[in-house]
């Protein structure tokens, strides 16, 4: 290797990325875990960045170096084939953008439908074909699987399914099917819920699905940089059975036990502590502090970016009524535009994942209310005060800056408040695009149906917002007191 080359790997951790659902996060500590050991410094693990969508552009833009993935993903999601491909096929078709195809971990995880066996016996449901005569059964499924090639459209053409199926997190559908609200759900045949709830898993008996055999996707730079950390992951190719997959699945979703853990119990051949945390101590875990700082870190900086960009415009805009009406209605516009939909443009945009997309869509986000209450309270001071000052000999900036700003900052402030507020909420997104803070265990949670951690994320969220209320509060107490 090259001291150009030793120098960029030296400089640069290996970036690994995941989607939202646990067996990526397993996979992906298992590559890190086991590249750790020949690296200068200690991998960066980009957990639940989301569906294929957002972490193929975070892999093809830079954003992470590599990912585990399925081949049948990659052929018909990814290069949008119209047939399963091999993988030298595969190859040759992602080496143009720079990337590759690494060893096969050893499993296949294909997709497939599930119901209740007992409900499946009950109506003779065994396959696919047979589930085409019941159009009454409710379906929920992901909603990656309903808008992907190999999804459900796909599948409704080939097997003609009459049902209209509704959107459901994979990570909250074992539990709708358990309660009954829905009749199938799309499963992964490796994951660890199908025998424990006894499950049907409906035979695909006109071949819909392709094999969906587990990968490494990399950047094509990634051996020629990392040259003995990559020696050490194609070391894993076909170590990882389904049997094996299933039964690690199973230790993060029925047993609670860290996807760090249980990769290091893999790699080390023993088995740890399987005991699951309690609320308390996935609440005050070691990784507090380091989501505090994340989150304290998007809300402040993007407030007082909105906050520099925010006040100045409104100044501008405030003496003519049509401008300022085209200036609030586009920032307003801004906010009807769903989070995750943004933060998957600005990803697209920008080249990028993580905190640059992040606090781009909270600057934006904050805007409006800023914009809003700073042009409410330049417009609310009272006309003979604004005289006043003319007839004192001000000009317009000496008016502006002695008259109407200190009257309008208690409506400025509040604006300000306002943003924070939705800052601190809208923060949690973040975590979809590695950008951190208290949404990691949000997204997370989601991820295993885990409400402890879930509640873990949403918690220290709510008090932040609490502690930010009664910051703003005495500041403006302190205001008022002020000019008592």
Avoid: C
């Amino acid at each position: 290797m090259s001291s150009n080359v030793q120098a960029q790997s030296d400089s640069q951790p290996l970036r690994i990325g995941s989607k939202r659902f646990t067996e990526s996060y397993i996979l992906a500590e298992v590559l890190a875990q086991s590249a750790a050991p020949h690296l200068a410094a200690p991998p960066v693990v980009r957990q639940g960045l989301g569906n294929t969508a957002i972490v193929y552009e975070a892999l093809r833009s830079g954003g992470v170096d590599l990912y585990a993935e399925y081949t049948g993903t990659i052929a018909l999601e990814i290069l949008k084939s119209d047939k399963p491909m091999t993988r030298e096929a595969m190859s040759a078709a992602l080496a143009p953008v720079g990337l590759g195809i690494g060893m096969p971990f050893g499993f296949n995880d294909g997709y497939a439908l599930a119901m209740q066996a007992a409900e499946a016996d009950r109506l003779g449901i065994r396959t696919l074909s047979d589930l085409a005569r019941h159009p009454a059964l409710k379906l929920g499924l992901s909603n990656e699987f309903l808008g992907r090639a190999d999804g459900w459209k796909g599948l409704a053409s080939q097997y003609g399914l009459p049902q209209s199926p509704t959107g459901l997190d994979h990570g909250l559908a074992y539990d709708a099917l358990g309660a009954r609200q829905v009749d199938v759900i799309d499963i992964y045949t490796t994951d660890a819920k199908i025998e424990s709830l006894g499950l049907r898993v409906l035979d695909d008996d006109r071949r819909f699905f392709p094999r969906y055999d587990a990968v490494v996707l990399y950047r094509l730079d990634v051996p020629a940089r990392y040259p003995a950390a990559w020696k050490a992951i194609e070391s894993l190719a076909g170590r990882i059975d389904e049997r094996a997959m299933i039964a690690m699945n199973a230790r993060a979703e029925l047993q609670g036990a860290g996807f760090d853990t249980i990769a290091r119990d893999f790699l080390g051949g023993g088995k740890a502590d399987t005991a699951a945390r309690g609320f308390t101590a996935k609440l005050f875990g070691p990784d507090l502090w380091r989501l505090t700082r994340q989150h304290l870190l998007l809300v402040g900086i993007s407030v007082g970016l909105a906050l520099l960009i925010a006040v100045p415009l409104a100044i501008v805009v405030f003496p003519f009524g049509r401008l300022r009406a085209v200036v609030l209605g586009l920032t307003g516009l801004l906010q009807t535009v769903p989070s995750l939909a943004l933060l998957a443009v600005l990803i697209s945009v920008i080249g990028a994942i993580g905190t640059v997309p992040a606090l781009i869509a909270l600057t934006l986000y904050s805007l409006l209310p800023i914009m809003r209450n700073t042009v409410t309270g330049l417009t609310e001071v009272p006309q003979g005060v604004r005289q006043a000052g003319t007839a004192l000999g001000m000009t317009r900036g000496q008016s502006l800056r002695l008259v109407l700003l200190p009257l309008a900052l208690p409506t400025v402030l509040a604006g300000v408040r306002t943003a924070a507020t939705i800052a601190i909420g809208t923060a949690t997104i973040a975590a979809f695009i590695g950008a951190g803070g208290y949404g990691e265990r949000i997204v997370t949670g989601l991820a295993l149906n885990d409400r402890a951690l879930l509640l873990a994320g949403a918690l220290p969220a709510a008090a932040l917002a609490l502690v930010s209320e009664a910051l703003f509060e005495t500041l403006d107490w302190l205001l008022r007191r002020s000019r008592g």
